[in-house]
């Protein structure tokens, strides 16, 4: 059974390897343990939400990691109000179209929140 308390994290990542190194360390450090399938994708959606923001949200966001006791909540705040949107896959133009859809697939839930003070959160639920 997955313990009461809660664990956050708060990071400004410089690029997804380094914000998949801090999902790495962050559930390293939770009690128990998350499942290794889970582990890897919560770092899946890390790398995804955090390329996402960097790429169209202006260049800079920060990553919140949350542990609740039946999930782990990954949320990334970026400067730009644009929301994500569903679009085809660039299969052969590699303009990407994949990830969206793919955080949807490995979070049991998932919000878009506008920020008051500018912005947007974008936030993902896995199951712990």
Do not use: Y
């Not at 994708?41 to 390329?51: D, F, G, K, P, R």
């Not at 202006?58 to 970026?78: F, K, M, Q, R």
Request: proline share 8%; charged share 15%; glycine share 10%.
């Amino acid at each position: 059974m997955a313990t009461m308390s809660t664990a956050v994290a708060t990071v400004r990542p410089a690029g997804s390897a380094g914000a998949r190194a801090s999902a790495r360390r962050f559930l390293g450090g939770l009690l128990p343990a998350p499942a290794s399938e889970v582990a890897d994708a919560v770092v899946l959606v890390v790398s995804e939400l955090v390329t996402n923001a960097l790429r169209h949200g202006g260049g800079t966001c920060t990553l919140n990691l949350t542990a609740h006791p039946d999930s782990i909540e990954v949320a990334v705040h970026d400067p730009s109000p644009h929301l994500p949107r569903l679009r085809a896959p660039g299969l052969n133009s590699g303009s990407g179209g994949f990830g969206w859809p793919m955080v949807r697939r490995l979070a049991h839930a998932t919000a878009v929140t506008r920020q008051p003070t500018g912005g947007k959160t974008v936030s993902a639920f896995l199951t712990r």
